[in-house]
């Protein structure tokens, strides 16, 4: 069986000359997803939380919607293929694309799509979004062993609901999703955290999960923004120690000030 991180041995040079160190890295895997017994394509992914992976993928590719539907998911000896049965027959998409990224997903979603879960009523102070980073930080735990890995949580504002981690940030959406169908749960949290760049594929998965504001470490796509905002979503990037940018629906954050546009802190025009 396979795991989340690998042990390596590499030459540093530095100053002091050079040293022979031993250290882990991030395991990056292939891994076959099997539908009815059918092979539909290979992951490449980090290979933890692999039954989450595969449910949650047929999940946020709206090829199933509860966790009634899953009669079996059985991941192979080497850790290598994911066997996932369903109580029904389904139809393997015709075309699957390439997503964007570092470990890039695939999706069979030609064009964008809106969201199957309408996004619940709900608010949230600044503060407490820069609270939950700080969080994301300290659930990283192959992060600490390895560097060069992904994290996302689902929360509810208050606490965190599930959590995964992955060499492909569209993965961890996906593991995510997995996590609570597993439990017998329809995936909906208010609120994704992630240490990855928001593409418009991260941000249907986030819509999947029912997201009503998504919160990235990094940037987001034009597209993503686009997508955020036509479906009222929050989405916020850079959210670091104090601060954030916040692209999209800004009015759902608590205690915020409006702002006119051209005017700097103080009120007064810009030169």
Partial sequence: MLSGDTPVQYH?????????????????????LTVNGQEWLSFSCTP???????VGFLFNEDLIRNPAEVADVRVCERGDNVDVWLHHSIEKPKQWRRTSGCGGGITGV???RSASVTPSPFSISPDRILAGMELLFSAQEIYRQTRGIHCSVLSDGDRVIAQAEDIGRHNTLDKLAGLLLLQGIIPSAPLVLTTGRISSEMMQKSLR???????????ASS????????????LAGYARRNQMFVYTHPERLQDMEPVTPGLANNGHSRR
């Avoid at 933890?48 to 595969?54: F, G, K, R, S």
């Avoid at 597209?223 to 929050?234: N, R, W």
């Fill in 48 to 54: 933890t939380q692999l039954e989450a992976l595969a």
């Fill in 110 to 112: 030609l064009q964008p």
């Fill in 209 to 219: 999960l029912g997201a009503s504001v998504v919160v990235s470490r990094t940037a």
């Fill in 12 to 32: 540093r040079y530095s100053p002091q000359g050079w040293q022979v160190m031993d250290a882990r890295v991030i395991t990056e895997a292939s891994v076959s």
């Fill in 223 to 234: 597209q993503a923004i686009a997508l955020a905002e036509a479906a009222g979503v929050t």
